[in-house]
């Protein structure tokens, strides 16, 4: 209600202003003045667009700096830093542009104002002056389109040969990491086999998922590359590491990839940050249900030693088969987070294809 009063009275105040002006130029009409404006307000007008132009670029620059707070930390990854060179780069390019722009637009108000009897020269076109405004802004998007095709493709490209190979599975509402173990290879899966028990379906008779380990956090040897495997159980997520800048859906039917390498330990990073709290994480980005904020997985980046020590404490996905007992799906650990993500959601167990 409140709002819609406001707009009248906005309304009504413009056109009470549009009223006056009218009756103003009435006024002048009876008077029989000529011109509008007179050279003292048009110079004034033009002071004001100079004023206007340098309190705006201070402004800009102000909340630009102060908006850095908003940003995210140093990039975690070697390609991160790519990426964000490349973003840095794009932003160079748009304030220098931004800034020629502005000063020729407000300087040219000032410069070219109205004074009286000075006619506007009769300027149609300049071959030469608009080739140069199409060729250099084609010539620079181009090198950026290409330098970030070139970018992505090395990104995107495979994956070192010796990348650790770790499947990231989603579900509403939770991530459940499978290390392939010393093989470096994840034992099949198939959606049919997937049981409460066996919630990523893993083929216990693939001799491949015999030292698969399964774990509800996501450690990573810091300096060595990485190769995540990504699957969906139910409908589209997307695995979102922040601070590693990394990001890839998670689709179900299909296994997508994303390889990386960090290159900050959690540890250096809380120097870096001065947060001792901080902790990297992966998020789902994709609005996948009522519990999808709370759809996040710890991650901890760590020397090779203290990962390999957390590495070996981790459960197998299948305990191993014994004379008396054939091999059984091992307990997930539960996580805080994944314990509250279960219980805001009771339809998880849907079971889809991937
Ligand atoms: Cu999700």
């Known amino acids: 209600m409140i709002k819609l009063?406001?707009?009248?009275?906005?309304?009504?105040?413009?056109?009470?202003?549009?009223?006056?002006?009218?009756?103003?130029?009435?006024?002048?009409?009876?008077?029989?003045?000529?011109?509008?404006?007179?050279?003292?307000?048009?110079?004034?007008?033009?002071?004001?667009?100079?004023?206007?132009?340098?309190?705006?670029?201070?402004?800009m620059v102000y909340f630009t700096f102060d908006a850095k707070k908003y940003l995210l930390p140093v990039a975690a990854s070697k390609h991160g830093v790519l990426t964000d060179d490349y973003l840095y780069l794009n932003f160079a390019i748009i304030i220098v542009v931004f800034i020629i722009t502005q000063i020729l637009l407000f300087g040219f108000a000032y410069k070219y104002r109205h004074r009286k009897g000075q006619m506007s020269y009769f300027y149609p076109d300049n071959h030469k002056l608009e080739l140069i405004w199409t060729a250099v802004p084609a010539v620079v998007l181009m090198g950026l389109i290409v330098y970030g095709l070139k970018l992505w493709t090395d990104i995107t490209g495979p994956a070192p040969k010796d990348a650790m190979v770790i499947e990231i599975y989603g579900k509403q509402f939770d991530w459940t990491a499978r290390y392939a173990g010393e093989d470096n290879k994840l034992g099949h899966s198939n959606f049919k086999l997937i049981t409460d028990e066996n919630p990523l379906g893993v083929d216990v008779n693939d001799p491949a998922s015999k030292d698969d380990k399964i774990t509800r956090d996501l450690y990573l040897p810091v300096n060595t590359p990485v190769l995540l495997k990504i699957h969906s159980r139910d409908i589209?997520?997307?695995?979102?590491?922040?601070?590693?800048?990394?990001?890839?859906?998670?689709?179900?039917?299909?296994?997508?990839?994303?390889?990386?390498?960090?290159?900050?330990?959690?540890?250096?990073?809380?120097?870096?940050?001065?947060?001792?709290?901080?902790?990297?994480?992966?998020?789902?980005?994709?609005?996948c249900g009522v519990a999808h904020y709370n759809m996040r997985m710890n991650v901890v980046v760590s020397k090779k030693d203290e990962f390999m020590k957390w590495y070996q404490g981790q459960s197998l996905v299948f305990a191993p088969a014994t004379p008396e007992a054939p091999a059984t799906p091992a307990i997930i650990p539960a996580t805080d987070s994944t314990k509250t993500a279960q219980g805001a959601n009771t339809t998880s167990k849907v079971i889809a294809s991937r």
């Open 5 to 59: 009063l406001v707009l009248i009275v906005v309304i009504l105040a413009l056109l009470t202003i549009w009223r006056i002006i009218r009756v103003l130029e009435l006024v002048r009409d009876l008077r029989g003045e000529e011109d509008y404006m007179n050279d003292n307000d048009s110079k004034k007008n033009g002071i004001y667009s100079i004023i206007f132009l340098v309190l705006g670029l201070l402004g």
């Open 236 to 287: 589209i997520h997307s695995v979102y590491l922040p601070h590693l800048r990394a990001q890839m859906n998670a689709v179900p039917g299909m296994e997508t990839q994303f390889h990386f390498e960090s290159t900050i330990t959690t540890d250096s990073m809380k120097q870096i940050t001065g947060n001792d709290k901080f902790s990297y994480i992966l998020l789902c980005n994709k609005i």
